[in-house]
T-cell receptor
Framework: ETGVTQTPRHLVMGMTNKKSLKCEQH?????MYWYKQSAKKPLELMFV???????ENNSVPSRFSPECPNSSHLFLHLHTLQPEDSALYLC??????????????FGPGTRLLVL | AQTVTQSQPEMSVQEAETVTLSCTYD???????LFWYKQPPSRQMILVIR??????QNATENRFSVNFQKAAKSFSLKISDSQLGDAAMYFC?????????????FGGGTRLMVKP
């Protein structure tokens, strides 16, 4: 256990559904991240939040909408997804999004299948 | 932009033997950090070891050590006395040291199989 939890662990949704992924960290960190891991592709950073403010949006389509109500929680709201969005979505946290001695700690991921 | 390359999609090692996973990266920066992450079948990404580019000494963590060659932009991971639990995907990652955020750039991964 790394202190970062994600729910649900598995999700199947249709293209017209709306769902949300949740991430919670118990490490007292101030920065949180969403990554996408597709088959045969390197991990792709999607969003970065630092002290609840979004500091990075890595050209992610608007059908993915992040929300960070506080430093411990991060959501990824999903709507009208496409089958190619099927992937493992990983959440991570770190002490401070700009610190020089940063290490990111990852959650177990949500395996998403879009039908 | 930085790139990270892991040229070995798969590697296998006999239990108790030593294996080395390769990683090269491309950057014009002098200050950066390098990481090896392990992702077992459970999918949880776990930090294995990290190296600061300004440190000449290679990082070690129990059975895991790195061979950091800054001039060659190479950052290989050596696993000694391999155990069945070491079987996983291993990802090399790069992070800039310029305080411009904490974006990690990952390589494509190497799948390590451990034979009993």
């Amino acid at each position: 256990e790394t202190g970062v939890t994600q729910t649900p662990r598995h999700l199947v949704m249709g293209m017209t559904n709306k769902k949300s992924l949740k991430c919670e960290q118990h490490l007292g960190h101030n920065a949180m991240y969403w990554y996408k891991q597709s088959a045969k592709k390197p991990l792709e950073l999607m969003f970065v939040y630092n002290f609840k403010e979004q500091t990075e949006n890595n050209s992610v389509p608007s059908r993915f909408s992040p929300e960070c109500p506080n430093s411990s929680h991060l959501f990824l709201h999903l709507h009208t997804l496409q089958p190619e969005d099927s992937a493992l979505y990983l959440c991570a946290s770190s002490q401070d999004g700009g610190g020089v001695r940063e290490t990111q700690y990852f959650g177990p991921g949500t395996r998403l299948l879009v039908l | 932009a930085q790139t990270v390359t892991q040229s070995q999609p798969e590697m296998s090692v006999q239990e108790a033997e030593t294996v080395t996973l390769s990683c090269t990266y491309d950057t014009s920066e002098s200050d950066y950090y390098l990481f090896w992450y392990k992702q077992p079948p459970s999918r949880q990404m776990i930090l294995v070891i990290r190296q600061e580019a300004y440190k000449q000494q290679n990082a070690t963590e129990n059975r895991f050590s790195v061979n950091f060659q800054k001039a060659a932009k190479s950052f290989s991971l050596k696993i000694s006395d391999s155990q069945l639990g070491d079987a996983a995907m291993y990802f090399c990652a790069y992070r800039s040291g310029d305080n411009a955020g904490n974006m990690l750039t990952f390589g494509g991964g190497t799948r390590l199989m451990v034979k009993p």
